[in-house]
């Protein structure tokens, strides 16, 4: 039997502490201790649950209820009513939006019906600052039986077996990249951890290193000792306070238990392990620029061969794996390759993080098996589109992928099938887009990043995402030709086929990607002058609808440039030319008077 | 507080378990690795064969 009676889990990820989720557990613990009650209930943080549109969240055990929307007033109300009379609160339990059923429990919700949580399996589960809830539920027996049972190629062999691929986005083979690594005879090698999460809305690593650190600490320790490496790196950018809080937490908590340090499990094995902050810049998630970085250089690539596995940090052997990977190894280890990959496709065996986001209704962290749908993935999982849009694309692999339309929802996700529909993994960035949403003023923003975010080193990259953003620039303002066009493809295909690193040689997927599923609306861009989307505010002109307008000049007091006439109880009426397409006029209408295109 | 051997880290593991299994209970979203808590431990034998030699570390 647990020691206490019921245990309150507030979800401690980031989305949920801007909100207020640690004052939460302050004001548990609070009224724990005036009302005499710790004897009976325990507050802690976990990581995130996943489920970031409806935090923060909050769940009990044993009762196995979950609330969503807390805010710190509600706090009291869960004490009295649950905790203490044994009622649930109903107004925070989950609605769901289709069939209006009120769901108390997780597992109940179609967010997490289809999910299987091996890399998250412990976010929203445990403390993540509290290494004994880890050991709790098996952390560190992986890294103990590797150690006290497997010599180091026996180790490789179970990665390699598994069929792991690094999930940062390259997808290359987790065990043939250590086994890479060990062959080279060197008197250092080094374990790096790839957590420079880059691709604007992806926030997989970040939850996995916040709620479940030390399933990474282990998991750099398994490969060091396969490897033959003593020295691990977490390359982290600074933007992640709370992750690297948790890291720094969980390797002092490491060190203390004798996970980290000399002689790990009396095993002769010693390993070390120290955080580098990374200062932000997207290139340096690539492993080259990433070590260069970590050296103290300028984070820019270097050409491949040679790979870092054969001349690395310092010119070192080096095996640099993603977060989520590296997530995945305990549990590998613990229940044997045949577990692990006979979930999946062939080719991608296991799971994969996702962040859902976008123009969907459930937003947050999902992890499925390999060979899930879109269509499940955006429709069972994430509820459907909102206030009833219509499903235009998905932009996957962040800004170095593409889009996926409709017509490929029912395509089964993995690292091949992605590719063949023009787009890619990545890291696992997942935007859901609508009909509201225009694909050329897409591609303009992940260009926009792109070439904001190029470190310079190439001319192809430096320049030519530069050219093609002006271009990209020049047809969402109405100035387009077709011309423009075929510059944007060529200079795409040669940017693609010239640049040095990863980040070049993918910066125009979203453009050509676009241009093939939606030409017609770069088309009507160009040529019609129009954005069908309505959402390039150069080329919206607003229209006074004059059988609705009553008058009543609540337009006219609105619109910043003043390009709107006509007296009280006149018919108004828009200047074309001198209107900058703010949309003012159309939110302060209160009688559908005026006509947005 | 250091764990030199699997034996300890096993009796930890068996004393800090009783703290948080209320957590626990059987579905298909949770990990396996917690459900397993639930079945026979994976023995030994489960692993792949122990090879003769360790292996020098570089």
Redesign the interface.
Known sequence: ????I??V?VCGGTGCVSAESLEMVTSFQKIFDQKELTNQFRVLQTGCFGFCGQGPIIKI??D?VFYVKVTPDDIPLIVEEHLLQGRFVDHLLYRDPESEAILPK??DMGF??K????AL??CG??DPENI??Y???????AL??VL???????VI??VKASGLRGRGGGGFPTGLKWELT?KP?????YVFCNADEGDPGAFMDRSILEGDPHSVLEAMVIAG?AI???QGVIYIRAEYPLAIKRLQIAIGQAY????LGKNI??SG?SFDVHIKLGAGAFVCGEETALIHSVEGYRGEPTKKPPYPSIEGYYKKPTSVNNVETFANI??II???PD?YNSKGTECSNGTKVFSLAGKVNNIGLIEVPMGTTLREIIYEIGGGIPDGAEFKAVQTGGPSGGVITAADLDTPIDYESLINIGSMMGSGGMIVLDNNDCMVNIAKFYLEFTQDESCGKCTPCRLGTKRMYEILEKITEGHGTMDDLEKLESLGRMIKDSSLCGLGQTAPNPVLSTMKYFYDEYLAHINDKKCPAGACQALLKYQVIAENCIGCTACKRVCPVNCISGGPKEVHVIDEEACIGCGACYDACRFNAIFKP | MKITSLSELSMLKEQEFKKVQLRLYEDDYLPDTTRQQKEPAASEADLPEKSDARGGLS
Request: glycine share 8%.
């Open positions: 039997m647990s020691d206490r019921k245990h889990l055990f044993p196995d997780q597992h997490y019906k999910q299987e949580r091996i399996r412990n589960l445990i004994l809830e050991i709790a539920f098996n952390g560190y027996e103990g039986r006290t049972n497997l010599i180091p190629e026996d062999e179970i060990r005879v060197a008197d250092q090698k000792y033959g490496a003593t203390e238990y004798g996970f499990f009396d094995f305990p549990p613990l229940k044997g577990w």
